[in-house]
Nanobody, 126 residues
Framework: QVQLVESGGGLVQAGGSLRLSCAAS????????MGWFRQAPGKEREFVAA????????YYADSVKGRFTISRDNAKNTLYLQMNSLNTEDTAVYYC???????????????????WGQGTQVTVSS
């Protein structure tokens, strides 16, 4: 079983920054991939970023490329999402998710992620 706990959400003004964290515990093997997704009010949940834990290869949605950075700390078993130049369209609940090594589909697809955190709210004010 894998447990994921997000933190770091909050209220920030447009143009500001936030860093989200996701603490992973349980059977999180080093060959997992980890991702961030978000869901805005009235919208479908969408991919934000992902990272392959072993290689460190990263993947980003076009809407956040150049503004957000995904990273991980192996020693702490923690995933991060540094969000800069935030705008009101970034307002959403952000979820951390884990993709097992048995998955062969796209890193961008939420159906490949089987473990999910409870989410953390990010609100960007204008």
């Amino acid at each position: 079983q894998v447990q994921l706990v997000e933190s770091g959400g909050g209220l920030v003004q447009a143009g500001g920054s936030l860093r989200l964290s996701c603490a992973a515990s349980g059977r999180t093997g080093r060959d997992y991939a980890m991702g961030w997704f978000r869901q805005a009010p009235g919208k479908e949940r969408e991919f934000v970023a992902a990272i392959r834990w072993l290689s460190g290869n990263t993947y980003y949605a076009d809407s956040v490329k150049g503004r957000f950075t995904i990273s991980r700390d192996n020693a702490k078993n923690t995933l991060y999402l540094q969000m800069n130049s935030l705008n009101t369209e970034d307002t959403a609940v952000y979820y951390c998710a884990a993709r097992p090594p048995s998955s062969s589909g796209s890193y961008y697809s939420q159906t490949e992620y089987v473990h999910w955190g409870q989410g953390t709210q990010v609100t960007v004010s204008s």
